[in-house]
């Protein structure tokens, strides 16, 4: 059974950090391209931030570059997104998505993770 689940969301004030991850099973995680998307309060889901099936390249919104960091280990079967200096802006629920590089138009999604950015 394909299964993604989020963690780490919650309650931070702004300037302050959070560590998402993303626990993938039921699939060959390395043949996957990882993603982060998010969706605000009356917003659009957006990608945030990408790498690669083997953590070579990665790719960021402009509005979280320098701020963000994608990262994957494969023998964990996970990815995570490392956000500091959040801002109110921030504030969405987080779903991790999961791309295959070798069949066509396969793709997982997460329930998502609610992240609060506020004082």
């Known amino acids: 059974q394909v299964q993604l689940v989020e963690s780490g969301g919650g309650l931070v004030q702004p300037g302050g950090s959070l560590r998402l991850s993303c626990a993938a099973s039921g699939f060959t995680f390395m043949s996957y391209i990882m993603r982060w998307y998010r969706q605000g309060p009356g917003k659009e889901r957006e990608l945030v931030a990408a790498?690669?099936?083997?953590?070579?390249?990665?790719n960021y919104a402009d509005s979280v570059k320098g701020r963000f960091t994608i990262s994957r280990d494969n023998t964990k079967n996970t990815v995570y997104l490392q956000m500091t200096s959040l801002k109110p802006d921030d504030t969405a629920v987080y779903y991790c998505?999961?791309?295959?590089?070798?069949?066509?138009?396969?793709?997982?999604w997460g329930k998502g993770t609610l992240v609060t950015v506020s004082s």
């Open positions: 790498i690669t099936n083997t953590g070579g390249i990665t």
């Open positions: 998505n999961a791309v295959s590089i070798v069949v066509n138009a396969m793709s997982h």
